[in-house]
């Protein structure tokens, strides 16, 4: 039988990684296995003892752990992925995550003004995230094409209030905020070479700079307009893409509501970005699992889970029957995965959700490690 190490998609994910030390590697492929087990969990909860808790708080302290080697090997994979399809849409869109209750959190940035009757200037304060999510004509994420984190930097008052400053439409676009959308562009093109893929924005997107820059790196885009237009027969297909545009509004509130990152507490805006890109890529897997039994529910689970996770998934739901020979198919999978988290699987009931899966997926974890236990005694 495999280890955790080879076993896991982790490891898989990130077997080209080279953070400067192997300990680093690894320290990497654990952290994404115990948040994937515990989606729900905390650092201190997911992890399995307090020296291993220690571990993943200086992993994130740590400066050799960069945000742009963990996001550039998952980006690698992705473009594999994608590659497999005919064509595929890069979905663009920015959230922010807001931490204005941990007042002693370092380098964050403003991100919104609140005004009112009784309230004089009060900014939220947290980190913008940008992310290009690679996803199918079926609606399956494929994995992140690219993310940009960052503390939004507010020009000082006494410069918005100037009338000799220097006005937002004269500054170079490479200066704007509005740059992040030209930037995944660009490193969506790198990614995918000539491979087909369309590139799918709201109507924050629409840019003069950002189409200029798709005519000249040859990379299509698909952009909400910012004022209503009348479209023909043959802009059918564009309207089915940007319907699939919502699959990163949804991805979003993996983050923000199953994983919820935005109560995560280390002190400083680059270990949060550390943070936030690993669960990135942690909520585009499991995310992923909830959808991929809606397309292609009929390919082997072996892609999803560990040879012994399956088998130990099946005794557990399917009690009295004998192991199939070949690993079930991801429909069946996934719905057993659900059950274990509540899901009742009645003939009315809908596809099962995300929370009834990652409840499902934290007690599969459980049983597997039950099962690894008894069979090293």
């Given at each position: 039988m495999k280890d955790e190490h080879e076993a896991s998609w982790a490891a898989e994910e990130f077997a080209e990684i080279n953070l400067g030390d192997k300990r680093l590697n690894a320290r990497l492929v654990k952290l994404c296995n115990r948040f994937s087990d515990a989606p729900e969990s905390p650092i201190n909860?997911?992890?399995?003892?307090w020296a291993e808790t220690k571990a993943a708080y200086r992993f994130f302290q740590n400066e050799n752990a960069e945000v742009g080697q963990i996001l550039a090997t998952h980006r690698c994979k992705t473009a594999q992925r994608a590659k497999k399809h005919k064509m595929v849409l890069a979905v663009q869109d920015t959230s922010y995550?807001?931490?204005?209750?941990?007042?002693?959190?370092?380098?964050?940035?403003?991100l919104s003004l609140m005004k009112g009757k009784n309230i004089d200037?009060?900014?939220s304060n947290g980190l913008v995230v940008h992310t290009c999510l690679a996803v199918t004509r079926?609606?399956?994420?494929?994995?992140?094409?690219?993310?940009?984190?960052?503390?939004r930097k507010l020009r000082p008052e006494k410069a918005r209030r100037s009338k000799s400053s220097q006005p937002h439409d004269n500054l170079p676009v490479e200066e704007k905020e509005s740059y992040?959308?030209?930037?995944?562009?660009?490193?969506?093109?790198?990614a995918m070479g000539d491979s087909g893929i369309i590139t799918v924005c709201d109507r924050e997107a629409d840019l003069y700079d950002f189409f200029k820059l798709s005519h000249q790196i040859g990379s299509p885009v698909l952009v909400r307009a910012s004022a209503n237009r009348t479209i023909n027969r043959n802009s059918r297909y564009k309207v089915l893409w940007y319907c699939l545009r919502w699959r990163i509004e949804m991805y979003f509130k993996v983050l923000k509501s199953g994983f919820r990152i935005e109560e995560c507490r280390l002190g400083r805006a680059d270990r949060l970005a550390r943070y936030l890109t690993v669960m990135s890529i942690v909520a585009w897997r499991l995310f992923m699992i909830t959808l991929i039994a809606r397309t292609d529910p009929a390919a082997p689970c072996s892609a999803l889970l560990a040879d012994h996770e399956w088998?130990?998934?099946?005794?557990?739901?399917n009690k009295n029957k004998p192991l199939p020979?070949?690993?079930?198919?991801?429909?069946?999978?996934?719905?057993?995965?659900?059950?274990?988290?509540?899901?009742?699987?009645?003939k009315s009931d809908g596809p099962p959700g995300t929370i009834a899966l990652w409840?499902?997926?934290?007690?599969?974890?459980d049983l597997t490690e039950g099962w690894n236990l008894a069979v090293q005694e």
């Open positions: 909860q997911a992890c399995a003892d995550f807001v931490y204005t209750s941990h007042r002693k959190t370092e380098g964050l940035g403003k200037k009060i900014y079926e609606g399956l994420p494929l994995g992140l094409l690219d993310q940009k984190i960052f503390s992040r959308w030209l930037e995944a562009l660009a490193k969506t093109k790198e088998k130990v998934l099946f005794l557990k739901v020979k070949k690993p079930p198919p991801i429909g069946d999978v996934v719905i057993w995965i659900a059950k274990l988290g509540g899901y009742l699987a009645r409840r499902g997926w934290k007690r599969l974890a």
